[in-house]
């Protein structure tokens, strides 16, 4: 198989949020741009989803974060001189309660904030940081609206076109071939469907969709009209508690003797919810722990694993948002100006290997990956199958 080559062009998304602000106050400690007496200490908040409908992805996310902070500092808790002073708070999934926080953090003049899971809170912190003029660093979330939308704003995740990508590179060669989007009619399929026709069609994908109503519990018909469609690769986006019977009926139908079907490998709580369909599915995949398979990954997975936790889909996101504090502190002092230039550009070795911050959007370049999944004595275990090189699937820069 090969990966897909750079897409096109598609348009980032943006937003009109309408938020207050709140004017940071002068911090004395600050070291300025080019040189000078590092600050004795960093604020730094990171909001994230302790509580709430993403808690498990908010927790792979802080596990990682440690192991990241851990990691780049040696242990140490600090760069350099410069002693970094993190705090944690909750948003609970609740993009109000989110700004909430943020306001209150920039009023006691914190320089940077991280993490969230969620795309819409990620979004309103976004704005926080334009405002008032504060590193933001967003965690998982991983919508493509926050690409390029601020100067301060960055990413330590993925972003959905590069899953869309992702799914691309299982076709040798896109033009002219067929790709079926089999999805939920609702505003979370039609996103996909809006996505595999951005990115996709613009490399010459004939794109098309078997859109399910919400509400359907039977889907024979569904699976009959994919199979219909002769598509050379379908697209699965779905979500919620009729995953399991869909899957089943694709597999009862005989769609995957008809074409791939891709869809996106979560987290390791639900490799079961594939069913006898698991080990037919071709999956796009962010992370799984071994993915990489080099002495970052093995130094994060060794930490969380000390730490009690396990590794899993987000691990990644939070060990590369303590790599990039430390990187922006290291270079910028308290200077949120000169943190940003520090992180703009900066290529480094992550846990899945060699990742860049394009300077011109801050895009975070990464690989991703081609995965199987196994039943191994009852235990459901991804296999790698290829890697996707990071340029290969790079987002199409956003527009200024």
Known sequence: MKATTKFLLATALTTGLALSACAPSTDAGTAPADGGDAPSSVDVGIVYSKTGPLAAYGEAYYEGLQAGIDYATDGTGKVGDTELNITYHDDGGDPDKAVTVAKDLIGQDYKILAGTVVSGIALKLAEQAQQNQVLYISGPAAT????????????????????????????????????????????????????????????????????????????????????????????????????????????????????????????????????????????????????????????????????????????????????MIVQAVREGGSDVDAMVSALEGWSFEGPKGTTTV??????????????????????????LVETVAADSVAPPEAAK
């Open 144 to 323: 493509d609206a926050i690409q390029g939308i601020n100067k301060y704003t960055f990413r330590s995740g993925r972003q959905s076109l590069q899953d869309v990508a992702t799914a691309g590179s299982f076709v040798d060669d896109l033009a002219g071939k067929k790709i079926v989007v089999f999805a939920q009619d609702n505003a979370f399929g039609q996103g996909n469907l809006a996505a595999v026709e951005a990115v996709l069609g613009a490399e010459g994908a004939e794109v098309s969709s078997v859109l399910v109503p919400e509400d359907a519990t039977e889907f024979t018909p569904f699976a009959r009209q994919l199979i219909d469609a002769a598509p050379d690769m379908a697209f699965v986006a779905w979500a919620g508690a009729t995953s399991g019977s869909m899957w089943q009926a694709l597999d009862q139908q005989g769609a995957f003797d008809a074409a791939p079907i891709v869809t996106g490998l979560g987290d390791a709580a639900t490799f079961g919810a594939y069913g006898a369909a698991g080990t037919k599915i071709s999956f796009l995949n962010h992370y799984f722990p071994g993915a990489a398979n080099n002495d970052v990954e093995k130094a994060m997975i060794e930490s969380v694993e000390a730490a009690g936790k396990k590794p899993d889909l987000f691990t990644p996101d939070g060990f590369v948002a303590g790599q």
């Open 358 to 383: 394009r300077a011109s959007d801050h895009a975070l370049l990464q690989d991703m990956y081609q995965v199987t999944l196994n039943d191994q004595g009852g235990t459901w275990v991804p296999t």
